[in-house]
């Protein structure tokens, strides 16, 4: 196809651009549908219209008071106004920059505080499917990777004000968290299926991707439900999962999911699971190819 149009982030990332996120269709983000977000080494986020001429310059910059450069390893947005960034900076006097929620009517500093304190750093996110399709007013959940070979959940809620404004308030889940799998400080790829029964994840170790059961009736505290279960440790493949994407419901068979994972070797897997039917999740020789592009 042709290039509708060329932003020119050089200025704002410092020619180290990491990542970008543009709202999903079935999102309601209102005037911000035709926005991108885009921030990479230096730490600034950008936001650009496509819609306006200016293709240099951001219409709104968004960045932590902080005293020196921050990182951005992921941007996700959350609602109308609001999307989180991440970074893997590890710093003990700096908590904030690791998971941040921002307004895009504020731009000073992030509305959120200190939601991860622990020592990893947070490399890549992902929405819970009922953030995307709860209406107006959506009360965000998104997972977040982490380096210490973790994924925590991360949850907001609406709290009403004196003046009867509604305002949300993020927090991590503390009760139960995803573990098993191995990132090795790599920026593994994870994604909720469209109905968030399931959280699937790419991995170090095994040769295939690491799927669990979602939600507060399936992961009692302590105790964790994984429907591919990682690899023995000192039993690496010779290959790792760098990437995950879910199959769009309306394309496969009733009570079916599907998922596809990315190698680094290039190759690509389909993975199938009916629960009903079969309780385990399996790949064929048909749904396997290879790309050196991937």
């Given at each position: 196809?042709?290039?509708?149009?060329?932003?020119?982030?050089?200025?704002?990332?410092?020619?180290?651009?990491?990542?970008?996120?543009?709202?999903?269709?079935?999102?309601?983000?209102?005037?911000?549908?035709?926005?991108?977000?885009?921030?990479?080494?230096?730490?600034p986020i950008g936001l650009w219209d496509l819609r306006s001429g200016d293709r240099t310059h951001p219409q709104c910059v968004f960045s932590h008071p902080c005293r020196y450069s921050t990182p951005t390893s992921d941007l996700l947005w959350l609602t109308d106004t609001h999307f989180s960034s991440t970074s893997d900076l590890i710093d003990r006097d700096v908590c904030d920059v690791s998971v941040a929620v921002w307004d895009t009517r504020f731009k000073n500093r992030p509305i959120s505080h200190q939601i991860y304190q622990e020592r990893w750093g947070c490399v890549r996110m992902a929405l819970h499917g009922s953030?995307?399709?709860?209406?107006?007013?959506?009360?965000?959940?998104?997972?977040?990777?982490?380096h210490g070979n973790a994924i925590v959940e991360v949850y907001g809620t609406h709290?009403?004000?004196?003046?009867?404004?509604?305002?949300?308030q993020y927090r991590m889940e503390k009760r139960w968290?995803?573990?098993?799998?191995?990132?090795?400080?790599?920026p593994l790829g994870l994604a909720y299926s469209s109905d968030g029964c399931y959280?699937?994840?790419g991995s170090w170790e095994p040769n295939r991707?690491?799927?669990?059961?979602?939600?507060?009736?399936?992961?009692?505290?302590?105790?964790q439900i994984a429907c591919i279960t990682p690899a023995d440790r000192g039993h690496r493949q010779g290959s790792m999962v760098t990437d995950v994407v879910w199959i769009p419901s309306s394309v496969m068979q009733r009570h079916q999911y599907g998922l596809v994972?990315?190698?680094?070797?290039?190759?690509?897997f389909v993975y199938t699971y009916r629960p009903l039917a079969e309780h385990i999740w399996k790949s064929t020789d048909r749904s396997q190819w290879s790309s050196p592009d991937l």
């Open positions: 196809g042709s290039t509708n149009s060329l932003l020119n982030s050089s200025a704002l990332c410092g020619g180290l651009l990491r990542c970008a996120a543009i709202p999903s269709t079935r999102q309601s983000v209102g005037h911000h549908r035709a926005s991108i977000l885009i921030s990479g080494r230096s730490g953030s995307e399709s709860a209406g107006r007013n959506p009360e965000p959940r998104f997972a977040v990777q982490n709290k009403s004000s004196s003046n009867s404004s509604i305002r949300t968290r995803y573990e098993g799998h191995d990132c090795q400080a790599h959280l699937a994840s991707p690491v799927i669990w059961s979602s939600g507060k009736s399936t992961i009692p505290r302590g105790q994972a990315v190698q680094d070797t290039g190759a690509v």
